[in-house]
C-alpha cells in the first residue's frame, strides 16, 4: 500500500515556528533537535495514519512527540494527513472556540 502523503497546515508551520524560536533563545542546537524530532514523528504518520489517540477535537487525532512536551495534532483526509497544530502539553486544548 502507498504512503498517505503529509500536508502542513500554516497554523501548524507557525507554532512549530514560535516552539523553535522560543527555545533557541537559550539553546539553539536544542531547536534544531526538537523540530527535527517532531518531522520525524510527523513522518511515520505517512505509514500509520492512525498511529495518534482520537482528538479532543471532533475528526482530529492526537499524537504525542515522546521525550518532549509536545502534541501533533492532525487529521487524516482519504490517503493525505494534515497536521493542523503543534501545541504544548500544558496549553489549553481544545480552546474555547474551534479555531486550527
Not at 33 to 56: C, F, S, T
Amino acid at each position: 500500500m502507498s504512503k498517505a502523503s503529509l500536508k502542513w497546515l500554516r497554523l501548524a508551520l507557525r507554532d512549530l515556528d514560535k516552539i523553535a524560536s522560543y527555545i533557541a533563545k537559550d539553546n539553539p542546537t536544542a531547536a534544531q533537535k526538537v523540530v527535527q524530532r517532531i518531522y520525524e514523528v510527523a513522518l511515520n504518520l505517512r505509514d500509520y495514519p492512525a498511529l495518534g489517540r482520537l482528538g479532543r477535537v471532533p475528526g482530529t487525532r492526537e499524537l504525542i512527540i515522546s521525550g518532549f512536551p509536545f502534541i501533533l495534532v492532525y487529521r487524516v483526509k482519504g490517503r493525505r494527513v494534515e497536521i493542523l497544530r503543534v501545541l504544548h502539553g500544558a496549553r489549553k486544548w481544545p480552546p474555547d472556540k474551534n479555531n486550527f
